[in-house]
C-alpha cells in the first residue's frame, strides 16, 4: 500500500460539512484504508493501491462535491515526496513563529516555468522550489501589525487556484503522521 497526503483547499473546521469527521468519511467510502486527519484545515493521509496522483485527487475531489456539496482543489502527495521535502531542509536556520512565517504551496501542475527566489512587497520572500513535491517555499514577515502581504494574490495569479498552502510545522506533522501508516 502507498501512503498519501490529501492537502484540501478552502477547508474550515467550522465550515458546514468541512469537519474532519465527515471528511475522513468521504476517503473510507472512496476505499482508502488507515484514514486519518492532520490538524483541522483539510489535510487527510491515508493509504491507497493506486499510483497515479491525478487519479486519486479526481476522485476525492468528485467525492466531496457529490458527498459533502464541497468544490476544493484537492493535492496529493506520497509519503516519499513529502518526507523529500522535509529533508531538503529549505528553511535552514530559519524557525517559523509569530513574525515570520515558512510556507509551503502546492502546486497542482507542474509549472511552465519554475519560481526562482524573489521578494514581493518587501513582507515575502520566495527562498526555492521543490520540484519532486511541486512546492514553492516562502518566508513572510508577520512583524508589522496591520500589513498583510499580497503573496495568494501573487500564487493565484502565477499558478492559478490549484494550489493550497501549509506552513512549514504543518508539513512536519502531516510527514510525521504518514510515517506512522
Known amino acids: 500500500m502507498n501512503r498519501y497526503a490529501a492537502l ?6 467550522s465550515g458546514r460539512n468541512q469537519s474532519n469527521d465527515q471528511l475522513r468519511g468521504v476517503f473510507e467510502r472512496l476505499g482508502f484504508q488507515k484514514v486519518g486527519s492532520v490538524l483541522a484545515s483539510g489535510n487527510l493521509v491515508f493509504t491507497s493501491p493506486e499510483t497515479e496522483l491525478p487519479a486519486l485527487e479526481q476522485a476525492i475531489e468528485r467525492a466531496l462535491t457529490a458527498d459533502l456539496g464541497l468544490a476544493s482543489q484537492v ?19 530559519l524557525s517559523h513563529g509569530r513574525g515570520s512565517y515558512l510556507t509551503a504551496t502546492f502546486l497542482k501542475d507542474v509549472p511552465a516555468t519554475p519560481p526562482s527566489a524573489t521578494h514581493l512587497g518587501g513582507l515575502t520572500e520566495v527562498v526555492g522550489y521543490h520540484a519532486r513535491s511541486r512546492a514553492i517555499l516562502a518566508v513572510t514577515d508577520n512583524s508589522e501589525p496591520g500589513r498583510t502581504p499580497d503573496f495568494m494574490i501573487w500564487l493565484e495569479k502565477n499558478y492559478g487556484k490549484g494550489i493550497t498552502t501549509r506552513t512549514w510545522l504543518t508539513v512536519g506533522r502531516i510527514v510525521k503522521k504518514l510515517e506512522s501508516l
Open 8 to 13: 484540501l483547499r478552502g477547508i474550515s473546521p
Open 75 to 93: 493535492n496529493v502527495r506520497s509519503q516519499p515526496e513529502l518526507a523529500a521535502l522535509l529533508a531538503s531542509d529549505p528553511f535552514a536556520g
